[in-house]
């Protein structure tokens, strides 16, 4: 996490803050992408896959067919 001090102008600090929710949301996702790989290899269905992640149905279906090719 970058330091925050008030000698930043404001728009800086708002820059800032989106730049490190958007790092913590692909961080997420990313995350909930290899637990669907681990439940793809464990041999787990897609209704499964994405109950647990939270994926929604087609894009547990892309990534199966992309494991697949």
Known sequence: MIPVTEELPN??????????AKGKAEGRAEG????????????MDDAFVSQATGLDSKTVKKMRASMCA
């Open 11 to 20: 728009w800086h600090l708002q820059t800032i803050a989106r730049s490190e």
């Open 32 to 43: 909930k992408e290899e637990t669907a790989r681990n439940l793809f290899a464990m041999g």
